[in-house]
């Protein structure tokens, strides 16, 4: 069945990096646009970044523009989104979704990264 | 870009209709026909109940519907269920290769 399962979360110190993965399965990656959307703790969505399904058009939002980059492997069915630079208010849940037109068709089921000394 | 504007909260009784209203600007939801809604229960992750306004995916019931008018688009939920209970966002393009989510509202059955 169609799945994105997220990976790579943890507990960060500020300043610090993480990269968080997303893997892809029961659909046709490579033809896919992707996103990632956080959640953070009691608080609603915020997109955070979308990648074309060649890789080769990404765009950000201006909160993590500059610390965040994202990117894909293809050949993996894998997505990937790597944080630096790391700051109390990226403490959320992170979503990888499918994105069609601007909407989310499918979403995983999110890996939690907390950003604290 | 600012969020939209959506009411916390929203309530009705088992069998009646409830409308969530998502308010915007003449940069994203006036500007253009990709409003999306989400249903979110306590701790899931969120689910596609409407795209393009207007149109459900397969599987949404056809309880759930979308509309705009200027810069406010709608969702509406219609013969409500105890199972409609739950968070529901609204989504649109905001231009500038920017989406932007609405703060949310909480749906409850009473």
């Known amino acids: 069945q169609v799945q994105l399962v997220e990976s790579g979360g943890g507990l960060v110190k500020p300043g610090g990096s993480l990269r968080l993965s997303c893997a892809a399965s029961g659909f046709t990656f490579s033809n896919s646009y992707m996103s990632w959307i956080r959640q953070a703790p009691g608080k609603g969505l915020e997109w955070v970044s979308y990648?074309?399904?060649?890789?080769?058009?990404?765009y950000y939002s201006d909160s993590v523009k500059g610390r965040f980059t994202i990117s894909r492997d293809n050949a993996k069915n894998s997505l990937y989104l790597q944080m630096n630079s790391l700051r109390a208010e990226d403490t959320a849940l992170y979503y990888c979704?499918?994105?069609?037109?601007?909407?989310?068709?499918?979403w995983g089921k999110g890996t939690t990264v907390t950003v604290s000394s | 870009q600012s969020a939209l504007t959506q009411p916390p909260s929203a309530s009705g009784s088992p069998g009646q209709s409830v409308t969530i209203s998502c308010t915007g600007t003449s940069s994203d939801v006036d500007s253009y026909n990709y409003v999306s809604w989400y249903q979110q229960h306590p701790g899931k992750a969120p689910k596609l109940m409407i795209y393009e306004v207007s149109k459900r995916p397969s599987g949404v019931p056809d309880r759930f519907s979308g509309s705009k008018s200027d810069n406010t688009a709608s969702l509406t939920v219609s013969g409500l269920q105890a199972e409609d209970e739950a968070d529901y966002y609204c989504?649109?393009?905001?231009?500038?290769?920017?989406?932007?989510f609405g703060g949310g509202t909480k749906l409850t059955v009473l």
């Open positions: 979704a499918r994105e069609r037109d601007y909407h989310m068709d499918v």
């Open positions: 989504s649109s393009y905001g231009g500038s290769n920017n989406l932007v």
């Open positions: 990648i074309s399904s060649s890789g080769t058009t990404v």
